[in-house]
Each structure stands twice: as structure tokens, then as C-alpha cells.
């Protein structure tokens, strides 16, 4: 996928949590309220239940035309025929994930500049970087602020989102920041309304970026 059209699909990025919301139901509402790509997260399930979700998951993004990604796990992702695949520091290295799937959109999770460096040069797509501000979802994060994140955004190629605490009220100043993208966790699934948590994002992005750019 060429390097403009993975922004625009990267530009809502929805995360599943299943301990806030179901992940079909969820994943339904945040498309129809405007999300442009989804990743399935689910910490300690079986494979074969992701596997079940994630080809549900399939279909439901496909109607939409939005992206469908897999946190951790390239072999579910290849299994449900997803976009991409997105990996943290402690998952498969990317250059074997591109080795092993390289039509596969692969994602880096970084939080500082070295490690950004390091997984465009092994050929990530692009990066999700954060926590920009304190998360409740994952309270070990480390907060790296905006201007870590600037500088990060400044230094590599490929599209950067950025993640971690975004709601309604702050994401302006990531978007300033010069984030391609937003990565939403508990803004959405904890909402709730998921489709109109999304909208209002969504309604953010449109009015930012211009209507016309997805």
C-alpha cells in the first residue's frame, strides 16, 4: 500500500478491549461511526477464539473498506487474511514478520527515538507512538509527552499515530503535533456509545485534515 492511502487508513485507528466492550459489537459501532481501521486486541485468548473474531472482525472491515490489523500475533492475522500486523518490543522482531509476510502492513509499537530508528530500518510500515499522556489502559506506560513525540515524528519516513490517553479534549494537540493519525483505546470503548464517541473523533479529523482526504 502506497505511502499516502496507509495515512489516510491509518488517520482513526480504533484498538479492541474486550474488557470494556465486546469486540463485534464494538468494532460494528466504531465503523459506522467512522473508524478507518480497527485492531483486534486480545490478551490471553485462545487462537482459535481470535481466530473466529478476527474473520467476523474480516468481513465487517471490508464492508467498510477501513483497515484490519492484529496486535502480537502474524499468524492470526494471516490466518484471517488482515491488512497487517501490529508488533510491540516484545513480539516477533519486525524484519521477520516482513520477511515472512512481506505484503503485510507491519506496525511498531516505540517510545523513544532509538527504537523508532530501528523498526523503520527494519522496515516497519509505520509506528504507533505513546503514550503521548497518561492511559488507564495500560498504567506501566511510559508518557513520553508531546515533544518526544514531535521529535520522534520529525526523525522517521513513515507514517507515525500516536497513542495513549487521546480523548476528545487533547487530540487537537497531537494532530498540531503533526501525527498522521490517532490510536483510541478507552475514549471509544469505554463511551458509551462507541459510534458516537468515533463520530466525534471522526468529526475532529474531517474538520483537520479536510473531508475529502480519506
Do not use: W
Not at 487508513?9 to 459489537?25: A, G, N, Q, S
Not at 509476510?101 to 532509538?114: F, K, M, Q, R, Y
Not at 520522534?152 to 498540531?176: C, F, Q, T, W, Y
Amino acid at each position: 500500500m502506497k505511502k499516502k492511502l496507509l495515512m489516510k487508513k491509518l488517520r482513526l485507528y480504533v484498538i479492541t478491549d474486550r474488557t470494556l466492550k465486546p469486540e463485534i459489537e464494538s468494532v460494528k459501532a466504531a465503523l459506522e461511526g467512522g473508524a478507518t481501521a480497527i485492531q483486534l486486541r486480545i490478551k490471553n485468548a485462545s487462537t482459535k477464539e481470535m481466530f473466529e473474531i478476527g474473520k467476523k472482525i474480516r468481513e465487517l472491515t471490508e464492508e467498510c473498506n477501513a483497515l484490519y490489523v492484529v496486535n502480537d500475533r502474524l499468524d492470526v492475522a494471516l490466518a484471517t487474511e488482515a491488512d497487517g500486523v501490529h508488533l510491540g518490543s516484545n513480539d516477533l522482531p519486525v524484519s521477520v514478520a516482513k520477511r515472512i509476510a512481506p505484503d503485510l502492513i507491519v506496525g511498531a509499537s516505540t517510545n523513544n527515538l532509538e527504537a523508532a530508528l530501528k523498526a523503520e530500518a527494519d522496515g516497519a510500515d509505520y509506528l504507533g507512538v505513546g503514550s503521548v499522556f497518561p492511559t488507564s489502559t495500560k498504567r506501566d506506560a511510559k508518557v513520553i509527552g508531546l515533544e518526544n513525540f514531535k521529535n520522534i515524528k520529525r526523525s522517521v519516513r513513515i507514517p507515525v499515530i500516536a497513542i495513549g490517553g487521546i480523548d476528545h479534549g487533547n487530540v487537537l494537540e497531537v494532530l498540531k503535533a503533526g501525527a498522521d493519525g490517532i490510536a483510541v483505546i478507552s475514549a471509544v470503548m469505554a463511551a458509551e456509545d462507541v459510534r458516537d464517541a468515533t463520530a466525534k473523533f471522526r468529526k475532529i479529523l474531517d474538520s483537520f485534515f479536510g473531508n475529502n482526504s480519506y
